[in-house]
């Protein structure tokens, strides 16, 4: 009888190899942004974890105190061309707040709002939010301190 696999106990059951990987692709999306690129999160803690994963984009907290005209202003200070990503959190506040996000900015204004729905897609089932997206990661094995490992590099 063949020995059964080892994991790593702090690795949820459900994350195989085809969910780590699209888990991975979607952050590396991410860090591919550049410091004019604008993300835009729910919570400070969101901000820090993304900073976390080492993205580069300009981060803007869109908390209470930060109206949507606010929001608009602030995210439309980039030069053409560059990308704008709403990121909230992934339960029913979160989908409404990327309703009212979304609506704000004009039409034909290009917001990305895929990077959402497939972190959505991967995440949601665990109750990971945007905020635990490090912690998920460095758990999987993607990133090791405060460094991320590319798709072919592992936490040996």
């Known amino acids: 009888m063949a020995p059964k696999p080892t994991?790593?106990?702090k690795v949820?059951?459900?994350w195989d190899e085809d969910r780590v990987d699209a888990l991975s692709k979607a952050?590396?999306?991410l860090l591919q942004l550049?410091?004019?690129d604008v993300v835009v999160v729910e919570g400070p803690n969101d901000a820090r974890s993304l900073r976390r994963l080492g993205l580069s984009a300009r981060v803007i907290v869109c908390s209470r105190?930060?109206?949507?005209p606010d929001l608009e202003l602030r995210a439309s200070t980039k030069p053409r061309g560059r990308r704008l990503v709403l990121l909230p959190d992934f339960d029913?506040?979160?989908r409404d707040k990327m309703r009212r996000w979304r609506s704000s900015f004009p039409r034909g204004r290009d917001v990305d709002?895929?990077?959402w729905s497939v972190l959505r897609s991967l995440l949601k089932r665990e109750g990971i939010g945007v905020e635990g997206m490090a912690g998920l990661a460095e758990r999987l094995g993607l990133l090791r301190g405060d460094m991320w490992l590319g798709p072919d590099e592992r936490v040996s």
């Open 7 to 9: 994991r790593c106990a």
């Open 12 to 14: 949820p059951a459900a």
């Open 27 to 29: 952050i590396i999306s």
């Open 34 to 36: 550049s410091s004019d």
């Open 65 to 68: 105190e930060v109206s949507l």
């Open 92 to 94: 029913k506040e979160g």
């Open 113 to 115: 709002t895929r990077t």
